[in-house]
Structure formats: C-alpha cells, structure tokens
C-alpha cells in the first residue's frame, strides 16, 4: 500500500463552521506533512509532524489546527476560516523527516464561503 | 528570500518528441531535488529524484540532469507522450531550517497529438 488517502475529497464550508481534514497512510512512515496549494500555484508546507509530534509550523494563523492521534493519522482542524483560505489542501507522508521523498495523497479541495 | 524558480511556464511539444523542462534554484545548500507531476485535481507524483552528489540519474524514459556551479535542474522526458500532460514541479530542500521540500513554481507541459 503506498497510498496517501484524504478525506473528504471535496469541502464547503461557512466561516463560522468547524470542519475537519483528514489523511491516512498505512506504509510505516514517521513523518506527516500538511500543504495548501492555491491555483496555478506549487504547494506551500503548512505543519511537519515527526513520530506524533509537531516539528514545524510555518507561521500558520491558529484557524487552522493540526492534530496527529496516531502514526497513520493526520488530521487539520479547521474553524472560523475566511475565503482566501480557499484551496487544495494536501497531506504527504515520508518514512521519516530527514529522507525526504514525500509521498502525496490527492488533496481536500476546500471552498470556503 | 532564497527560492526555487522555473524559466519557462508553459511547454507545448508534439506526441514522441522529447521533453526538457528546467529549474533554477539559489539556496547552495541545497542537497536533494525532487521532480513532481501534479495532473488536474490530483496531488502531486513523485517523478524522480536527485542528491547533490550526482549530476545525472535516469529511470523510465525520465533523467534528471544537475549542474551544482549554475544551480540548475532539468528533467528530460522521452518520446513524450499525451499521458505526460501535466505540472512539473522541481522541489528541494535547502531553502529553509528544517530542511524540507521547498517547490519551485512549476510548468505546464502540454502534448499535441
């Protein structure tokens, strides 16, 4: 199994509500990204977890909330977004942070209104 | 801020030409490259990838060539072919502290039949 899977594929969403993402990979790695891709654009990394534990934040507003419950889960909380967060939001995952072939589920297209 | 950037944003070749499509990057620490394919509403695909202790690696039908003195990238594609169709990012991993992937701006490649 080498994939990355993302759910749900497709979200609409108000700027009042609370929604979540989520990623699932069951190859083993150690390492889990989260991306936001707006269009005709390459993806930006929002939040790196390594076993569990979040090593890098990119400056990301708090409206946006990351959460690892275990080594195959990733999910992105998401609360009281604006439209300009509208976008691709991609999860990838890597064996571990320093080897960095990353491998990329397909992507939460958000739509927020 | 140092960055990975593209020369060319659009290539349109004819079915069973050759592709090549380039990437410049800045940040000389830069050790490991990595191309990627991102077909319409998908995730990004991992292509091919490079340490900067090579300067050419081939797989199928795909080589990338790296040149360290001018920071530049190239992925060659053969006999290209309508499948191919798709961005190509170039990503590396020296642009920032904890050394994951930046992505350079990406190219479209666009096959004529």
């Known amino acids: 199994d080498t994939e990355v899977t993302q759910t749900p594929k497709h979200l609409v969403m108000g700027m009042t509500n609370k929604k979540s993402l989520k990623c699932e990979q069951h190859?083993?790695?150690?390492?889990m990204y989260w991306y936001k891709q707006k269009a005709k654009k390459p993806p930006e990394l929002m939040f790196v977890?390594?076993?569990?534990?979040?090593?890098i934040n990119e400056s990301v507003p708090s409206r946006f909330s990351p959460e690892c419950p275990n080594s195959s889960l990733l999910n992105l909380h998401l609360h009281a977004l604006q439209p300009e967060d509208s976008a691709l939001y991609l999860c990838?995952?890597?064996?571990?942070?320093?080897?960095?072939?990353?491998?990329f589920g397909q992507g939460t297209r958000l739509t927020v209104v | 801020g140092e960055n990975v950037g593209l020369h060319l944003p659009t290539l349109s070749v004819q079915e069973g030409d050759n592709s090549i499509i380039n990437c410049a990057y800045s940040?000389?620490?830069?050790?490991?490259f990595i191309w990627y394919k991102q077909e319409s509403g998908k995730g990004p695909q991992f292509i091919i990838d490079?340490?900067?202790?090579?300067d050419k690696r081939q797989g199928q039908r795909v080589t990338v060539l790296l040149n360290k003195t001018v920071k530049h990238l190239s992925l060659q594609i053969a006999a290209t072919q309508p499948g191919d169709s798709a961005v190509y990012f170039c990503?590396?991993?020296?642009?920032?502290?904890?050394?994951?992937?930046?992505f350079g701006g990406g190219t479209r490649l666009m096959v004529k039949p």
């Open positions: 990838a995952s890597s064996q571990d942070r320093d080897n960095t072939e990353a491998f």
């Open positions: 490079i340490r900067s202790n090579m």
């Open positions: 190859m083993g790695h150690r390492a």
């Open positions: 990503a590396e991993n020296g642009s920032n502290a904890g050394n994951m992937l930046t």
């Open positions: 940040n000389s620490a830069s050790d490991y």
């Open positions: 977890y390594s076993y569990e534990k979040l090593s």
